[in-house]
Nanobody, 114 residues
Framework: QVQLVESGGGLVVPGGSLRLSCTISGIAFNFARMAWYRQAPGKQRELVATITRSFSTNYTDSVKGRFTISRDNNKDMVYLQMNDLKPEDTAVYYC????????WGQGTQVTVSS
């Protein structure tokens, strides 16, 4: 069974930075196209960024130039570096496959507020 554990969230002022981490277990991770998602209060979960096993990346328009997704295939981990955070980035952040194939983890809360 695949297990996803997200960490690294917190409270940050606008313009600040956070680095999220996701640990994946229970699957041969290195073949999977991975993604970060987020869900803000009262909104549907949205896809934020994806990364292929060959490190090709894509981002939703609202985070382009500010967020960077990366992965370590040796450690079965995915990361999301978030810079120049804005209040509208406030959400619970989740990792999963790019298809959302696996059971969701608990997520990590990111709150951007002055």
């Amino acid at each position: 069974q695949v297990q996803l554990v997200e960490s690294g969230g917190g409270l940050v002022v606008p313009g600040g930075s956070l680095r999220l981490s996701c640990t994946i277990s229970g699957i041969a991770f290195n073949f999977a196209r991975m993604a970060w998602y987020r869900q803000a209060p009262g909104k549907q979960r949205e896809l934020v960024a994806t990364i292929t096993r060959s490190f090709s990346t894509n981002y939703t328009d609202s985070v382009k130039g500010r967020f960077t997704i990366s992965r370590d295939n040796n450690k079965d981990m995915v990361y999301l570096q978030m810079n120049d955070l804005k209040p509208e980035d406030t959400a619970v952040y989740y990792c999963n496959s790019a298809q959302g194939s696996w059971s969701w983890g608990q997520g990590t809360q990111v709150t951007v507020s002055s």
